[in-house]
């Protein structure tokens, strides 16, 4: 059974995957700016994804969760700034 890859399904996969990079990131790297930068650049491209793949509830689910892992990158970063 084939399964279609469209440019939706490609692009959230893809928002998730950034997300997910970027929180990673953001727990290893010594610089906050990085993080919170990271988080910011990997939030931007979440929305893009969610915006491209809204006829979809599961493409919207990708990407919701890359947003979802760009917001902890965006949050360790100023974590570590205020603390």
């Known amino acids: 059974m ?7 399904k490609t692009t959230c996969i893809a ?3 950034i997300g997910v990079i970027a929180a990673a990131f ?3 790297t010594k610089t906050p700016a990085y993080a919170v930068t990271s988080g910011v ?3 931007i491209l979440g929305l893009i994804s969610l915006f491209i793949g809204r006829k979809n509830i599961d493409d919207m689910q990708l990407a919701a969760a890359g947003i979802f892992m760009s917001v902890v990158a965006c949050l360790v ?3 570590q700034i205020y603390s």
């Open 26 to 28: 953001a727990f290893t």
């Open 15 to 17: 928002a998730l995957v």
């Open 2 to 8: 084939q399964h279609s890859t469209t440019l939706t």
């Open 41 to 43: 650049v990997a939030g």
């Open 77 to 79: 970063g100023l974590w």
